[in-house]
T-cell receptor, first 115, second 116 residues
Framework: AQTVTQSQPEMSVQEAETVTLSCTYD???????LFWYKQPPSRQMILVIR??????QNATENRFSVNFQKAAKSFSLKISDSQLGDTAMYFC????????????FGQGTRLTINP | DVKVTQSSRYLVKRTGEKVFLECVQD?????MFWYRQDPGLGLRLIYF???????EKGDIPEGYSVSREKKERFSLILESASTNQTSMYLC???????????????FGAGSRLTVL
């Protein structure tokens, strides 16, 4: 079975700073997907970024980028130039490449961006 | 954009009541999911469905059942609600296969259930 661990329950930074959220996972699979989802205080969960494990290049989406270390089973999210609207719960999630497309989530990190 | 609609944002029920949580998606997605969200535990999968009338247990199916009679609708049923089922319930759907991004889950706004 796969497990996902987010070791930082809460983080807080000042607006415009860069922040990195940590995520580690455990799996015996060789090919899989990794995701970061964001859940703002309004509760609608939205996709931030997605990484295919067979791609060596780290995914980026505007101010969001990941540091994917396959051998270390680590998948951190970096938010550059943080904005007040980045305040949210962030969840790291794992999905196997084959079979049922179900996500396995970490515990979440509550990120607060302060003005 | 895909829309996943959960019928109730907030519900308050009594112990022993039968509870129905409804979820509808409008983009012909094959897969639908019910997750439960609790502080410190993240999201845990209760049930999922990859086709009409098909269902599979997730990680915490005990005390729950599901129904998918139509492709767009996936219902979560608590046969006899208990206080330990007080939680936030999130429905999600995904296209399935065939195009890049087909495995991305789209979530509803959530249903906050309180069982007294």
């Amino acid at each position: 079975a796969q497990t996902v661990t987010q070791s930082q329950p809460e983080m807080s930074v000042q607006e415009a700073e860069t922040v990195t959220l940590s995520c580690t996972y455990d799996t015996s699979e060789n090919n899989y997907y990794l995701f970061w989802y964001k859940q703002p205080p309004s509760r609608q969960m939205i996709l931030v970024i997605r990484q295919e494990a067979y791609k060596q290049q780290n995914a980026t989406e505007n101010r969001f980028s990941v540091n994917f270390q396959k051998a270390a089973k680590s998948f951190s999210l970096k938010i550059s130039d943080s904005q007040l609207g980045d305040t949210a719960m962030y969840f790291c999630a794992f999905m196997k490449l084959q079979g049922a497309q179900k996500l396995v989530f970490g515990q979440g990190t509550r990120l607060t961006i302060n003005p | 954009d895909v829309k996943v609609t959960q019928s109730s944002r907030y519900l308050v029920k009594r112990t022993g009541e039968k509870v129905f949580l409804e979820c509808v998606q409008d983009m012909d997605h094959e897969n639908m999911f019910w997750y439960r969200q609790d502080p410190g535990l993240g999201l845990r999968l209760i049930y999922f469905s990859y086709d009409v009338k098909m269902k599979e247990k997730g990680d915490i199916p005990e005390g729950y059942s599901v129904s998918r009679e139509k492709k767009e609708r996936f219902s979560l049923i608590l046969e006899s609600a208990s206080t330990n089922q007080t939680s936030m319930y999130l429905c999600a759907s995904s296209l399935g296969t065939g195009v890049p991004g087909a495995n991305v889950l789209t979530f509803g706004a959530g249903s906050r259930l309180t069982v007294l």
